[in-house]
């Protein structure tokens, strides 16, 4: 089991969602969940699944049912679910609510079941960034705002100057984003990638021969001059969760915000992407290097190559992919025992 902490007012909130327990009677309508309003995990009840069996498979304890129930509100009886609702649930590691004693149900009759699949949402994935080895195209360079504003954001009106690529066609909306290049040593090797950050976005309202008039409709953060219009890059925010993909031996290159240290539910990248069969809804672990006190590093210790010992890594927090390009992945950190760096491995 895994530790994490329950955050619930940060966007990228960490939710699970399961669904089931005794046997399914159709006496209750299927709870269908909008998963562009909540971000985190969930799971489809099917037929046959209970909150008793549910409870047991995910938890390792056929006792902990009552917490489902109790993290679930609409389930009025727990005797009574119906294939096709959506119910929450969560890390291994997070504690169960305690729910009023309930008497133990008699053992329901095994029934042959699907295996589990939980799913991810993230809400927000359409404005995170990723890493390319190129930069994607370039539709327009914004040229200024209208009344003058250095720093641009939600409702200011911007002039665009477009590219070649293509026309920026009024009433339809794109994105701002500007790139960082990224060349640095990883491992002991050389990574080199284009960030591309995802600033706001955009709705254009007319197109002359010159230039472009568009209204920013939503911002993440500040626009400025110069930075770049493409096109609206539409991810799918519901991710197949895999637990235990197979290791990957990657490392963290950076942060989105590109912070010296990396925190519970930032957003950052590692150096494998889809060329390395990563796959959005895999859920690895961040390992540190653990060295003893007699750290060959260090230069206090005349004797320290005789002491200098290298430790069984730190299992240091866990992240899922939200998003897979050739080279890198864009993750979410979705636990951290300590401060986590560039360069910690990821397995």
């Given at each position: 089991?895994?530790?994490?902490?329950?955050?619930?007012?940060?966007?990228?909130?960490?939710?699970?969602?399961?669904?089931?327990?005794?046997?399914?009677?159709?006496?209750?309508?299927?709870?269908?969940?909008?998963?562009?309003?909540?971000?985190?995990?969930?799971?489809?009840?099917?037929?046959?699944?209970?909150?008793?069996?549910?409870?047991?498979?995910?938890?390792?304890?056929?006792?902990?049912w009552p917490g489902l129930w109790e993290m679930n509100k609409d389930i009025k009886n727990p005797h009574q679910i119906t294939p096709g609702t959506k119910?929450?649930?969560?890390?291994?590691?997070?504690?169960?609510?305690k729910?009023?004693?309930?008497?133990?149900?008699?053992?329901?009759?095994?029934?042959?079941?699907?295996?589990?699949?939980?799913?991810?949402t993230y809400q927000n994935i359409n404005r995170t960034g990723f890493i390319r080895k190129h930069v994607v195209d370039t539709l327009g360079v914004i040229i200024r705002e209208r009344d003058g504003n250095l720093?641009?954001?939600?409702?200011?009106?911007?002039?665009?100057?477009?590219?070649?690529?293509?026309?920026?066609?009024?009433?339809?909306?794109?994105?701002?984003?500007s790139t960082e290049k990224i060349e640095k040593k990883v491992n002991n090797q050389i990574f080199k990638g284009i960030k591309h950050l995802i600033k706001a976005e955009i709705k254009v309202l007319e197109h002359t021969d010159n230039y472009a008039t568009a209204i920013i409709t939503d911002s993440y953060r500040d626009a400025n001059v110069n930075d770049k219009i493409m096109a609206y890059y539409k991810r799918d925010m519901v991710l197949s969760v895999q637990e235990h993909?197979?290791?990957?031996?990657?490392?963290?290159?950076?942060?989105?915000?590109?912070?010296?240290?990396?925190?519970?539910?930032?957003i950052a990248f590692i150096d494998k992407g889809r060329h390395d069969d990563i796959k959005p809804g895999?859920?690895?672990?961040?390992?540190?290097?653990?060295?003893?006190?007699?750290?060959?590093?260090?230069?206090?210790?005349?004797?320290?190559?005789?002491?200098?010992?290298?430790?069984?890594?730190?299992?240091?927090?866990k992240l899922i992919v939200l998003h897979t390009e050739d080279i890198a992945a864009t993750v979410m950190i979705l636990s951290a025992k300590r401060a986590l760096y560039p360069d910690d491995m990821v397995n």
């Open positions: 089991m895994y530790q994490m902490k329950w955050i619930t007012n940060i966007t990228g909130i960490i939710i699970f969602s399961i669904l089931g327990f005794f046997p399914m009677t159709l006496a209750q309508e299927p709870n269908e969940l909008e998963p562009a309003k909540k971000t985190g995990f969930y799971y489809t009840i099917q037929k046959g699944d209970t909150l008793w069996d549910l409870s047991q498979k995910f938890y390792n304890s056929q006792w902990d119910i929450q649930i969560f890390l291994k590691s997070k504690t169960l609510p729910a009023p004693p309930v008497q133990p149900p008699p053992e329901p009759v095994k029934v042959e079941t699907p295996p589990i699949s939980p799913s991810f720093m641009m954001s939600a409702n200011d009106i911007i002039y665009i100057k477009p590219t070649n690529k293509a026309n920026l066609i009024p009433g339809e909306i794109y994105q701002i984003f993909p197979p290791p990957i031996n990657a490392f963290l290159i950076c942060s989105e915000e590109n912070t010296v240290i990396i925190n519970q539910y930032q895999q859920i690895y672990s961040i390992m540190q290097k653990n060295r003893s006190a007699f750290d060959a590093t260090s230069s206090n210790w005349p004797i320290k190559e005789q002491y200098d010992t290298l430790l069984a890594p730190l299992n240091s927090g």
